[in-house]
């Protein structure tokens, strides 16, 4: 069984110094991941508050081709939908490995979330742009999740940034206990919180043990084969040192290379297309359709092999895709796909790559 770290309240696990309980350095793909011994498993389980929420099986959420609730429900006693829970805290725009193993170890102790903070970018004056999951797709990655998790989905609770932009580090804290009431927190090494991320994994550490909060902080996620990369978003004190992270994956999909961006999500990338249906193009197995109707990010202009269409509920149709600045043209053999409820005004398609 792999573990993505110790609870905070010990020490962190140290690649280069593992733990005495027989554990290895295990090398999977392109990143680092630690096995986790059956004494630390019993270690985290009887850590596990009694008054914290019990671990339960989640069915399966939504996709972009369901209708549902986006959003979890106040319970009947009018508590936060997140009390009593695990929180997974993180900025969770590409869902990757990383962002996945906060979820494993959240799912070890109690019923996982991930706190999401929404409106980063109108507060901080960043360029728009396209996300990396589409906001109707998040939920499917989700459920692919559980089978990491114990058969648990996290569930995804959001905040507006705007709401949370000025707590220091100990007001976050307070929040996080007081009010959304949670059991116990999970964080990566390099997090940082608070305003103008003046509180780091240590401190978090602290502060949750003020509050009465368990604290779990493991080691990042590295992706040792590539070089490390750094945008105007990222603070110089907290640049990247080779760890799996949302900006690797924009870089991937930028330079087309899909099959790294399979590594970095643990998952082929989803692309979803919302467009009218008279703006739908069949002809001759070539469906054509404008990059503006695009929900997410696609990678960058090339041809695509290898790639699948995904149309409602109906069996992935294998097919070749190429993209350019303003079009995605998808080319396939097969005949099953055509506009059968053209009485809807837009339709939603996926396309996979890799």
Partial sequence: MLCGGSRASVHLWDHRHPPRLGAKVLRKSSFMLRPCSAISQQRIKSSFRSHCK????????????????????????????????????????????????????????????????????????????????????????????????????????????????HLNPQQFVEKLSRELRVCGVVAGENYRFGY?????????????????????????????????????EEDSKSKERGQVSSTRVRHALAAGDVRYVTELLGRPHRVISRTRTQDITSKRGRISLQTSSLLNLPPGNGV?????????????????????????????????FHNSDESQEFQLLGIEFG
């Fill in 304 to 336: 695509y092999k290898a790639c699948s269409l995904i149309v409602g509920d109906k069996h992935p149709i294998s097919c070749k895709v190429i993209v350019d600045t303003s079009n995605l043209y998808i080319e396939t053999e097969e005949e099953r």
């Fill in 54 to 165: 019990t671990p339960r099986k989640i069915p399966a959420p939504l996709d972009c081709f369901s209708q549902g609730d986006d959003h979890p429900e106040l319970s009947a006693e009018g508590l936060s939908p997140v009390a009593g829970g695990i929180v997974a805290l993180g900025k969770f725009d590409a869902l990757h490995i990383g962002h996945r193993e906060l979820a494993i170890q959240a799912a070890r102790i109690g019923t996982p979330y991930l706190l999401s903070f929404v409106g980063l970018a109108e507060v901080l004056g960043w360029k728009p742009r396209a996300p990396i999951v589409a906001k109707c797709d998040r939920k499917r990655v989700l459920s692919s999740w559980a089978s990491y998790c114990g058969s648990i989905a996290p569930v995804e609770f959001e905040i507006e940034f705007a709401s949370v932009r």
């Fill in 196 to 232: 103008r991320a003046s509180g780091d994994a240590s401190e978090l550490v602290r502060l949750c043990k003020d509050f009465g909060i368990s604290a779990y902080i493991i080691n990042s996620v590295m992706d040792k084969n590539q070089v490390s990369v750094n945008t105007e």
